[in-house]
């Protein structure tokens, strides 16, 4: 199948990869190149940063084939998801994302991995898993496209705030801790958005938090550490080499929790920390510290509401 990859950073490259490997013929988007599409086209992969993606899209003409969105984030300015500002610029329906616990270096060596592909069309799900799917790539399937968004958008966040729990040295009980709340907070959030609760529990969702929070490998984990080791702001985006995709996320999911009314203390937490200047060491010794109540209940019942893009 040919396929257009936009999008030339790290995790772009690697899904070119795995397309090339099962013999796909890949067209590769840079920013020198026009902005138009190749023709005869059998999907287009998006593959930029979650706030680049607005003003990405609309450098091109609706190319008028199913659109696979890899990336892990919301757009901050109107707190869309992917699938919206598709629908919004270029009128396409045809919609499936591919998320799960990967990081890009070891895609391209070749290491073992797992992801889901998310539609609302079964059938464009199972190409997105035929386009990608290999031995050391396992792409299983899913239903729920809003979930699988939401699941890779929130993980960035709670890596920040899990980074900075280790930078401060409260051990290995408080990030089981932290982390148990995240995952709670993750499915609260993620189920008011529209996505299923039974999506949170996997590869999209628990999975790739485990990853985003425990290894440094993690461009948001070490952002959290730094930050709350006293550095600037400034010098942590140029020590890290840019803008984790938490510290622009934040932004928009903070606005779609206060707008729904839904309980996020620790997306609460990172804004603080990030956008009203405040120490995230202190926010997140706060949140560490402050009384248990309701919302911190796991076993707080959450209702599944449908706000899906199918």
């Given at each position: 199948m040919?396929?257009?990859v936009i999008?030339?950073?790290?995790?772009?490259?690697?899904?070119?990869?795995?397309?090339e490997?099962?013999g796909?013929i890949v067209?590769r988007?840079?920013r020198s190149?026009p902005?138009?599409h190749?023709?005869n086209?059998?999907?287009?992969?998006i593959a930029?940063?979650s706030r680049y993606?607005d003003e990405?899209?609309?450098?091109?003409p609706?190319?008028?084939?199913?659109?696979i969105?890899?990336?892990?984030?919301?757009?901050p300015e109107?707190?869309r998801m992917?699938?919206?500002i598709?629908l919004?610029?270029?009128?396409?329906?045809?919609?499936a994302?591919?998320?799960?616990?990967?990081?890009a270096?070891e895609?391209?060596?070749?290491?073992p991995?797992a992801?889901v592909?998310?539609s609302c069309?079964?059938r464009l799900?199972?190409?997105?898993?035929?386009?990608?799917?290999?031995?050391?790539?396992?792409v299983?399937?899913s239903?729920?496209p809003v979930g699988?968004?939401?699941?890779?958008a929130?993980k960035n966040?709670y890596?920040?705030?899990?980074?900075?729990c280790d930078?401060?040295g409260?051990g290995?009980?408080?990030?089981a801790?932290?982390?148990t709340?995240c995952?709670?907070e993750m499915t609260r959030v993620?189920?008011?958005l529209?996505?299923?609760?039974?999506?949170?529990?996997?590869?999209?969702?628990v999975?790739?938090?485990?990853?985003?929070c425990?290894s440094?490998?993690s461009?948001?984990?070490?952002?959290?550490?730094?930050l709350a080791?006293?550095?600037?702001?400034?010098e942590?985006i140029?020590?890290?080499g840019?803008?984790a995709?938490?510290?622009?996320?934040?932004?928009?999911?903070?606005?779609r929790?206060?707008t729904?009314g839904?309980?996020a203390?620790?997306?609460?937490?990172i804004?603080?920390?990030i956008?009203q200047?405040r120490s995230?060491?202190?926010?997140i010794?706060?949140l560490l510290?402050?009384?248990p109540d309701m919302?911190h209940?796991?076993?707080?019942?959450i209702?599944v509401?449908s706000?899906?893009?199918c």
């Open positions: 040919n396929i257009e999008g030339q950073g790290a995790w772009g490259k690697a899904l070119a990869i795995l397309l490997h099962n796909n067209h988007w840079k190149l902005t138009e190749p023709a086209l059998d999907a287009v992969l930029v940063p993606v990405t899209l609309r450098k091109f609706a190319p008028g084939v199913p659109i969105s890899s990336v892990k984030g919301m757009e109107h707190s992917v699938h919206e598709v919004e610029l270029w009128c396409e329906e045809r919609f994302v591919l998320a799960g616990p990967n990081f270096e895609i391209i060596q070749g290491k991995a992801a592909t998310a069309d079964e799900a199972r190409m997105v898993q035929r386009l990608f799917n290999q031995p050391n790539f396992r299983y399937l239903t729920d699988v968004q939401l699941g890779g929130l966040v890596a920040l705030a899990v980074g900075a930078a401060l409260y290995e009980n408080a990030r801790g932290l982390l709340r995952l709670a993620g189920t008011a529209g996505g299923r609760q039974d999506t949170f529990a996997g590869l999209s969702g999975g790739d938090l485990i990853l985003t425990y440094d490998m461009r948001n984990r070490r952002f959290g550490k730094w080791q006293g550095r600037s702001f400034r942590v140029a020590k890290l840019g803008v995709e938490g510290v622009t996320t934040v932004r928009a999911l903070r606005e929790c206060r729904l839904v309980p203390p620790i997306i609460e937490s804004y603080a920390a956008y200047r995230l060491a202190e926010v010794r706060e510290e402050s009384t919302e209940r796991e076993e707080l019942s209702g509401k706000n899906s893009c």
